[in-house]
């Protein structure tokens, strides 16, 4: 190439084809288009006259100008011009050795091109016949030596074969072959991606001490990697990263499958400020499953790829619904339920809707006798590779089918019965044969009655798991490509202790993987590589330098050229080498003080003959386009020269504006439901949710904790309960670290009640039922978790019961749950002060709350959220603006500021549950701790509880 300023040309002689356009101006000047034909009437006497042919004196300025212009760019665009800023700042040398570096990591994939531009706008900036090195940055197994001298064109044509490298680069590496190769290059360049890594400054500073050193950097813009991934039971969370975090960014991810079919698309925000974002992915299992890789559209390179193997995605696991139990929280399958969601998807139904959704693993629970459609079903999905695993019970004790891995006797083996155990049964080692094989035994477990699997020569072949005595716990055994797996004891803790143990969770895990073939234990075992990455993050078959990885290493090994990044088949099934796992790219911002470093603007490249040749032929079409309108073969839009000037004008205006083809503003991608729908891809602006709706309550109580009470068509009694809750909220503020703000009126029907801890309910004596909207929404705040006082304020009376007819009207369609006096010891009256009463302008009132924490309450934290009284507690509590009390206290004083401590416990309570109900155990704790039967009393602990405080 020549250089003429910031340009090179690869064909310069083609330049002296300008010489001629003084010639072609002539020439087209002497040259005007055919005039236009106009037949008028009086030409009829002209008819046998011979006509005398007349050319124009000059051609029109507009047609020798667009003429001239597309012959000025074709003969330009022929000599193959590059706009190379860089390459006029560098000083020529012509008898210097040339060495360029290329940093050919998978972070150097998404510029690739732009590295290569710049690398090779550098070879023009020397001389001639000055020799050039190559020091590639990734380690490869035949990586060229830097001491092999190529001339210029032969490194022009190795630019251009490089690929990048699906793995990290290593740059001590690289820096220790350049020294071992001996070369003492005059200048360097050095294409970089632009990110730190082990070594990266390292090299920097090495090279700019070896010789002059010219850095261009182009890291990646957007998310540069996906690092991580978490799934849940029906959603995936994808963590990207960025390299720089200045100005918020957006960017989207595709979950595809294996074939490149595009499922859903989420959006990632990176903040300003953040280098991680994240894309939540919320689809159902069945389309969960189909996901085999995440990629960050539109990034090309192996880091913003990533690959799902079977080891992190979730089991998909169905659960045969037994039907309702009396007590759900102690059936079997609620321990089965609690093992599995860890790691497992889990669909309840019958076995046809089960068997339909192909799930890895369908658990029964003491199941004695499958009715035969259903085991029919069962049987072609675990031959077709499913895994059933059952548990033994009653049922199955007293009569059993053939899904069985075993045969059983017709009763079971407990203490007690005919075949009884002297004392329960301690779990035997696993054999090492086993999947469980790994696992810790509990020591603790004891298996108190189990079904006894008839003796058979095989009988240990199918033993996953046994007993002391040799009994056997697990077996298994094949049918067709899937498995049948039985515990021979309950799911639930009425045989056995073992579903009490984080064994148990381990076991079912790994009965579902070996199920299906696979093992989770698999330390000795070795994967093969099946597909692979490139660098540019597309999937391949494997190369023949891929090597088998064990499986031991797979938490350690980095990508290479021998494992690169990629699926591999082992005996665990599928599992995923991905290049970003655990990456924390990041610019390198310290580079040597002597390195001259190029920005994108100064070293980036630009080839110019392609739109040079491409303007040629616009304007060529647009002279044929004037000329035949002129000629008249074109419908007329007027005759004037500012005519054909609009049409030129317009002709670039649609050339400029051209819309995208169809094939690149859309594509087609596959929906959960099976279908395709186009999509587009060109970018588009989402306007931001409107705040507009929120209220500016809504906003306070948001940002502000305060108490709301319910608006009655009381005035008077809504400012004796606002200046109640004020009292309250500032004796809160006083003496604990809650600091509530300025309570708020609520309607029932329009305010968002969920804004709000705490809502109290001063029941007028003129009160009107509560609308069904109200009630609904009532409903549903006490549901989510909300707290409702309600309170009568009608203690004065004679007795110590609440009158609760009135309420049974207010409140008709509340869903209550059944309501009990505050039992003795309970929790609210020591969340913060120890109390024996609740009084308020009343003494004497019972207290009614929520009875909970019973088993199969739909709430099981024992904390109440409904609170029903009489003593009107809000009138105790009222203060004025100054803070003076407002309303008399029947007794005083005294018990103002016993209403006020109840005031602070029920806050307490309602904020922070029961986490203090664990004192009821401390006079006990205390005494084993300082009066043991060898042990003084330790004098640092107290002897009794303390009077008030946390």
Request: proline content about 8%; charged content about 20%; cysteine-free.
């Amino acid at each position: 190439m020549t250089a003429l300023g910031p340009f090179l040309f690869g064909a310069p002689l083609a330049l002296l084809a300008l010489l001629t356009l003084p010639i072609i101006w002539w020439v087209l000047r002497a040259t005007p288009p055919a005039p236009k034909d106009i037949e008028l009437p009086s030409l009829r006497l002209l008819e046998g006259v011979e006509p005398k042919e007349e050319t124009p004196a000059r051609t029109p300025w507009w047609v020798w100008l667009i003429r001239t212009l597309a012959a000025a760019a074709a003969i330009i665009g022929l000599s193959q011009p590059v706009y190379a800023p860089g390459a006029s700042n560098q000083t020529p040398d012509a008898g210097g050795a040339l060495l360029i570096v290329v940093d050919n990591g998978w972070a150097s994939a998404p510029r690739w091109s732009e590295l290569i531009d710049a690398a090779t706008a550098t070879l023009d900036t020397g001389g001639r016949d000055a020799p050039t090195h190559l020091l590639l940055t990734a380690p490869q197994q035949l990586n060229a030596d830097p001491a092999q001298r190529l001339s210029r064109a032969d490194m022009a044509k190795r630019l251009t074969s490089l690929r990048p490298q699906a793995w990290n680069t290593n740059r001590t590496d690289a820096l220790a072959r350049l020294k071992d190769s001996g070369l003492r290059p005059a200048r360097i360049f050095w294409a970089s991606d632009g990110i730190e890594d082990e070594g990266g400054r390292a090299l920097a500073t090495a090279l700019a001490a070896m010789a002059p050193l010219s850095v261009y950097a182009a890291p990646p813009g957007g998310p540069a990697a996906i690092t991580g991934i978490s799934s849940e039971t029906d959603s995936v969370s994808v963590t990207l990263r960025r390299v720089q975090s200045r100005g918020e960014e957006r960017s989207f991810v595709s979950a595809m499958t294996l074939d490149g079919s595009a499922l859903a698309t989420s959006e990632v925000v990176f903040a300003d400020g953040a280098r991680e974002g994240t894309a939540q992915f919320d689809i159902p299992s069945a389309a969960l499953a189909r996901i085999a890789r995440f990629t960050a559209t539109g990034r090309q390179g192996a880091g913003t790829v990533w690959l799902w193997d079977s080891t992190d995605r979730s089991r998909r696991v169905g659960l045969v619904d037994a039907g309702a139990v009396a007590q759900p929280l102690l059936s079997d399958m609620h321990y089965v339920r609690k093992a599995l969601e860890p790691f497992a998807t889990i669909t309840e139904g019958n076995i046809e809707a089960l068997v339909s959704t192909a799930p890895d693993a369908i658990v029964l629970t003491d199941v004695g006798q499958i009715q035969p459609e259903d085991a029919a079903l069962l049987t072609a999905w675990v031959e077709d590779g499913g895994a059933l695993i059952r548990f033994a019970g009653p049922h199955l004790a007293a009569q059993g089918d053939d899904l069985l891995p075993v045969a059983l006797r017709r009763a079971s083996r407990a203490l007690g019965g005919a075949l009884a155990w002297d004392e329960p049964q301690a779990m035997a080692p696993f054999p090492a044969t086993s999947p469980f094989d790994g696992l810790a035994v509990p020591a603790d477990v004891r298996i108190r009655q189990q079904v006894l699997a008839k003796p058979a020569p095989d009988l240990a072949r199918k033993t996953w798991a046994r007993l002391a005595d040799g009994s056997p716990l697990v077996t298994a055994d094949a049918r067709g490509s899937g498995t049948l797996i039985l515990f021979h004891i309950t799911a639930g803790p009425d045989w056995s202790d073992l579903p009490y143990s984080g064994t148990f969770e381990q076991m079912l895990r790994r009965s579902i993987a070996a199920g299906r073939g696979e093992t989770i234990n698999d330390s000795e075992g070795a994967y093969t590589p099946q597909l692979v990455l490139d660098g540019y993050g597309r999937l391949q078959a494997a190369g023949p330098n891929a090597a088998p990885l064990k499986a031991v290493d797979f938490g350690t090994v980095k990508p290479s050229e021998a494992h690169p990044p990629g699926l591999y088949q082992g005996p665990g099934g599928t599992r995923a080498l991905n290049v970003g796992a655990g990456t924390k790219p990041a610019l390198i911002e310290a580079w040597p003080p002597s390195a001259r470093l190029l920005g994108d603007a100064e070293a980036r490249s630009l080839r110019l003959a392609g739109p040079l040749l491409t303007l040629a032929a616009v304007l060529l079409a647009i002279d044929l386009f004037i000329a035949l309108m002129v000629a008249g073969y074109l419908p007329r839009i007027g005759r004037a020269p500012k005519a054909a000037v609009a049409l030129m004008a317009l002709g670039f205006l649609a050339f400029g504006l051209a819309p995208v083809s169809e094939a690149q503003a859309y594509r087609y991608e596959m929906q959960p439901d099976g279908t395709y729908r186009r999509v587009s891809t060109m970018a588009q602006v989402v306007p931001l949710p409107k705040s507009g709706r929120a209220t500016a309550k809504e906003i306070a109580a948001a940002l502000d904790m305060r108490f709301g009470y319910v608006e009655t068509s009381d005035a008077s009694l809504n400012a004796r309960t606002r200046a109640g809750l004020e009292g309250l909220s500032a004796v809160l503020s006083m003496r604990t670290s809650v600091e509530p703000a300025e309570p708020d009126a609520l309607n029932l029907e329009t305010d968002a009640l969920e804004l709000y801890p705490l809502i109290y309910f001063s029941v007028s004596e003129s009160a009107a039922p509560l609308s069904e909207t109200a009630i609904a929404r009532l409903n549903a705040y006490l549901r989510s978790g909300g707290a409702l006082v309600i309170d009568t304020r009608a203690g004065g009376t004679i007795g110590t019961d609440t009158d609760v007819a009135p309420l049974e009207t207010l409140l008709e369609g509340l869903d209550a749950p059944p309501l009990q006096p505050v039992p003795a010891n309970h929790v609210i009256a020591r969340s913060f002060y120890l109390l024996d009463d609740f009084p308020g302008r009343y003494a004497n009132r019972r207290l009614w709350i929520e009875k909970t924490g019973a088993p199969g309450a739909a709430r099981g934290d024992g904390v109440s959220r409904l609170f029903i009284g009489d003593a009107d507690w809000i009138s105790a509590w009222a203060v004025d603006p100054r803070g003076r009390d407002l309303y008399s206290v029947d007794g005083g004083p005294q018990q103002r500021e016993m209403a006020r401590r109840f005031g602070v416990n029920l806050v307490m309570y309602v904020l922070t549950g029961s986490y203090k109900d664990d004192q009821v155990h401390l006079p006990a704790l205390l005494e084993r701790l300082g009066n043991g039967d060898d042990e003084a009393p330790d004098p640092r602990l107290p002897d009794r509880l303390p009077e008030s405080g946390p």
